[in-house]
């Protein structure tokens, strides 16, 4: 494990900018140089200390891993970490997000089609497990396959080896697996969504996330190198204020890293010298539009993308869940509806019904 050295052309700098904030970009550089790496992995707090230890153990063995953590927790990082470090690093990672491949798709995805397999299938084409040969297969929200296919997925691991879709000849396989959810795998046994034998291959090495609010003393060291890198890529010399560092240090930040990460980048860009972060509990939220019957209200001032999504997940809501109707009901395709539902990680159970008149905003 290392530390991060301060010989950036930013820590070059010999004077910073001090401005109202109280703080210098050279007082931010010589925070950052407390930050700890290892691999794509940044952090000093004990519990990350711990993962680096544990990746480092496993990252050496062939043994399959899987990663708990909630969303921004840099589950894909700690993947792509494990395989850098491994006997496999020259050859390819391949990530796989399993939430985003049709269901009916999947198996092909993964395995591979022969020619004529299927509607559609013009022509043999090979799947992720055989080009992530000789690397490592990173697959993302596991629990989000079905469990049909959960099933091929063990064999393919018990045995090492898988059949493409249509083909009658066994394949070996030379992968090493990484899987990774944001549940509670326990629980996703008992909701059905993941098999337990499955869970118990999977989990042979199992590594936990930590989400930020348990990383107490990484959230301003973060922060800080985020500046940095922003910085450096801009030419320029920004620092926080005292009272955005406040702010990074007490909020809890749900969305982890990833939340945090987008919040400095969206200061950055609204900053002159000084970087202030506005509390998140204190952001205007977009309100929900109001129905009645068969017709919406959406509120003045509401974003047009998420106009738009309201109007078509209330739309969706109003036609019962029949994508069909709704894509007819809106003049838009079929394709277009999943295109757009698929960017909003909604499915059929997440079609919330807008909200009734707010006796305080009505």
């Not at 109280?22 to 950052?32: F, I, K, L, P, Y």
């Not at 020619?115 to 299938?121: H, I, M, Q, R």
């Not at 992968?175 to 034998?197: F, S, W, Y």
Request: with cysteine; aromatic share 6%.
């Amino acid at each position: 494990m290392a530390s991060i050295e301060p010989g950036s052309p930013a820590a070059k700098r010999n004077s910073g900018i001090s401005g109202t904030s109280g703080h210098s970009v050279r007082d931010a550089e010589e925070r950052v140089a407390g930050l700890q790496s290892y691999g794509l992995l940044y952090g000093s707090s004990a519990v990350m200390l711990e993962l680096y230890a544990q990746i480092e153990r496993v990252a050496v063995t062939e043994a399959t891993a899987l990663i708990v953590g909630e969303s921004g927790t840099g589950k894909e990082l700690i993947a792509r970490t494990i395989h850098a470090q491994s006997e496999r690093r020259d050859g390819p990672f391949i990530a796989v997000n399993c939430g985003a491949i049709p269901d009916e798709l999947i198996e092909a995805e993964l395995f591979g089609h022969e020619k004529g397999s299927f509607t559609g299938a013009i022509q043999a084409r090979e799947g992720h497990f055989e080009h992530a040969r000789g690397g490592t297969l990173f697959l993302d929200e596991i629990t989000e396959m079905s469990l049909l296919h959960q099933v091929k997925l063990l064999r393919a691991l018990e045995t090492g080896e898988y059949f493409p879709v249509g083909g009658n000849e066994a394949i070996l396989g030379d992968v090493r697996i990484i899987a990774a959810t944001n549940r509670d795998p326990v629980m996703a046994v008992k909701e059905n969504c993941l098999r337990e034998d499955l869970m118990y291959r999977l989990a042979v090495f199992p590594l936990r996330a930590p989400p930020l609010r348990e990383r107490e003393r990484d959230r301003e060291l973060l922060a800080q190198h985020f500046l940095t890198e922003l910085n450096e890529q801009e030419g320029t010399q920004k620092a926080f204020s005292k009272r955005a560092l406040e702010t990074v240090r007490n909020w809890s930040w749900p969305g982890n890293v990833r939340e945090l990460k987008n919040a400095v980048y969206r200061a950055f860009i609204l900053a002159e010298k000084v970087v202030e972060i506005a509390h998140p509990q204190l952001v205007p939220r977009v309100k929900k539009p109001v129905t009645q019957g068969d017709a919406m209200s959406v509120w003045i001032g509401t974003p047009l993308a998420d106009a738009q999504k309201q109007i078509i997940l209330g739309t969706l809501k109003y036609c019962g869940g029949d994508k069909r109707l709704a894509a007819r009901t809106l003049g838009v395709s079929l394709k277009t509806l999943y295109n757009r539902l698929g960017s909003y990680g909604a499915g059929e159970g997440d079609t919330e019904a807008p909200g009734e008149p707010d006796a305080n905003e009505a």
